[in-house]
């Protein structure tokens, strides 16, 4: 009577632990995003790799002080209050906000772009961009490998930049 007795006792236990860990295992989609050869193909496809363009364009912009960004960042804060833009979608975002900054316009129309092509490679990779900061770093690093022109241009924009100003 006493075996039975931690038998049923043991039993709910093992249901409790097997449902708890059933739970923590991943689906496969998710699993793959880890996976470097995922990795890969993410790097190498059209959408992401025009992305990584978006964000490499965005770099030489700034190294050439196109843009003011102590007002485009003023202004980003004000647009983290607006149901429509905190989440990034530079798209909502009022044109009379950037009108009047330098580099606003080209500021909000990159990241308009940038935007929209996010949610078509998170469509295509679901959790994409929960996958981590590790991973999301090699994947960049795996894209500069399909677009090294712009990558070296960015890399020789910044050392004439710093060149430039020794005493900065």
């Known amino acids: 009577m006493k075996a039975f007795k931690k038998f049923m006792f043991v039993i709910p236990m093992l249901t409790v632990l097997l449902i708890y860990s059933a739970s923590c295992q991943k689906n496969d989609d998710e699993g793959l ?12 496809d059209p ?26 960042k003023a202004a980003i804060f004000d647009l983290i209050e607006n149901p429509d833009t905190k989440d990034g979608n530079m798209c909502n975002a009022p044109d009379k906000i950037f009108k009047n900054i330098k580099g606003g316009a080209l500021y909000k129309e990159l990241g308009c772009k940038r935007y929209q092509l ?46 430039n100003n020794k005493g900065y």
């Not at 995003?33 to 193909?41: E, M």
């Not at 959408?47 to 030489?60: A, C, P, T």
């Not at 999301?136 to 399909?146: A, G, S, V």
């Open 118 to 163: 996010k949610l078509k490679i998170e469509e295509k990779y679901p959790g994409i961009w929960q996958s981590g900061s590790q991973n999301l770093l090699e994947l960049k690093l795996l894209c500069d490998d399909n677009i090294p022109e712009e990558i070296e241009e960015r890399r020789n924009l910044f050392e004439k930049k710093l060149k």
């Open 47 to 72: 959408l992401y790799i025009e992305f990584h363009k978006l964000d490499v364009e965005k770099q030489k912009h700034i190294i050439n002080s196109a843009f003011d960004l102590e007002m485009i």
């Open 33 to 44: 995003i880890f996976n470097r050869d995922r990795l890969i193909k993410i790097a190498n």
